[in-house]
Every structure is written in C-alpha cells, then in structure tokens.
T-cell receptor, first 113, second 113 residues
Framework: GDSVTQTEGQVALSEEDFLTIHCNYS??????LFWYVQYPGEGPQLLFR?????EKGSSRGFEATYDKGTTSFHLRKASVQESDSAVYYC????????????FGLGTRVSVFP | EAAVTQSPRSKVAVTGGKVTLSCHQT?????MYWYRQDTGHGLRLIHY???????EKGDIPDGYKASRPSQENFSLILELASLSQTAVYFC????????????FGKGTRLTVV
C-alpha cells in the first residue's frame, strides 16, 4: 500500500535558522502530495500541495518541490520564527481519493528565540 | 470558512463501555473521515464515507463502527471501549478529488480507564 516516510521525528531550531524536513513516499500511481501543519489544540490544516512532477508548492515562506524521480517532497524554510513551532505532516492522496490522505508520522518543530 | 465541529472535545470512558464521538460539517462536502492520532503513529484512517447512509473501512477499523445518517453528520462508535483506544480522534471532510483539501475538526481527546 501507499506510505509516507518523514525522517525527522523532532527538530529544535533557533529563530532565523534554516529548516528542512525530509519526506519520501511510496505509491502505486501518481499521487498528489501535501504538507499539513498542526498547532497545539488544533486539527491539521493544509500548508500547500503539489500534483505534478517538478511542481513547487509554497505558503508562508515554506516550500517543497515534487520530485517523482526521487519520490520526495522535502519541506524547507529559509528563516524560521518562533510562531512556526508546530507538528508538520507530509501526506499523499491517490486516485482512490475517497480513502482520504495517507500521512507520515509527523515532525515536531520547536523554534526557540 | 469551512467548518468541522466535533463533540465532545474530551471524554473519559470506562473499559467495556460504549462511546460515541460526533462530527458535524457545514462545508457541504460529500466525503467525511475519522482519523486516529497517536504518538509514534501519526494519523491513521479508521472509517470514511462518501455518501449518506454508507460507510467504508479505512486502515484500522477493528473495534470501531461508523454511522453517516446525513451529509452533515458522521459518528464514530466504540461499542466496547478498550485501553488501547485511548487517543485523539479527528473528523475531517472534503470535496471529491485526489488533490482536494481536507478540512479537520479540532479533535476529541478520548481516555479509556
């Protein structure tokens, strides 16, 4: 079945540091890839998505590029702020979209002033 | 703004008891989902539905039932709650399509004692 692997379980950074969260996927077809962010006490919310090879998704200074060759969708931000502290989930959705999203395990990002 | 409302927001249940978690959406979405969130497991799909009066099993349906009496409402039922079902449960909704955004509620924290 489909799967998503996030390498980092937890990341601790200082403000203005560069953030990278690695995401690799395995899917039988051509999935749409997503990054969701979850703040304390809230449900996950969409950060951005990409549906085609080499497509870049971006929002709020975060970005990721769909790479079908390496089956990756790594999240990057050049300069993090304390308000970026949250849990980040990489996810995919395939043609059988009725079955919802397949999520990675999530990466907890803590940014310290 | 899309809205998914879950009730209750937290609950303590006794082992062997029956638990019903409720979800209401005002998005006019056909698709609704129940996810379970655990540390170390991320978000996993329990049940989903794409039309009223019909539900489908997700990846981890054992020990759970679902009910979709109308487009707006989707319930998750634990007939015999067990300690292993202690978790945070999220309801979500979406339109049709693999690249569509999924909207989540704020979650229900269930503790089984």
């Amino acid at each position: 079945g489909d799967s998503v692997t996030q390498t980092e379980g937890q990341v601790a950074l200082s403000e203005e540091d560069f953030l990278t969260i690695h995401c690799n996927y395995s899917a039988s077809g051509y999935p749409t890839l997503f990054w969701y962010v979850q703040y304390p006490g809230e449900g996950p919310q969409l950060l951005f998505r990409a549906s085609r090879d080499k497509e870049k998704g971006s929002s709020r200074g975060f970005e990721a590029t769909y790479d079908k060759g390496t089956t990756s969708f790594h999240l990057r931000k050049a300069s993090v702020q304390e308000s970026d502290s949250a849990v980040y989930y990489c996810a995919l959705s395939e043609a059988h979209y009725a079955q919802g999203l397949t999520f990675g395990l999530g990466t907890r990002v803590s940014v310290f002033p | 703004e899309a809205a998914v409302t879950q009730s209750p927001r937290s609950k303590v249940a006794v082992t062997g008891g029956k638990v019903t978690l409720s979800c209401h959406q005002t998005n006019n979405h056909d698709y609704m989902y129940w996810y379970r969130q655990d540390t170390g497991h991320g978000l996993r799909l329990i049940h989903y539905s794409y039309v009223a009066d019909s539900t489908e099993k997700g990846d981890i349906p054992d020990g759970y039932k679902a009910s979709r009496p109308s487009q707006e409402n989707f319930s998750l039922i634990l007939e015999l709650a067990s300690l292993s079902q202690t978790a945070v449960y999220f309801c979500a909704s979406s339109r049709q399509g693999a690249n569509t955004e999924v909207f989540f509620g704020k979650g229900t924290r269930l503790t089984v004692v």
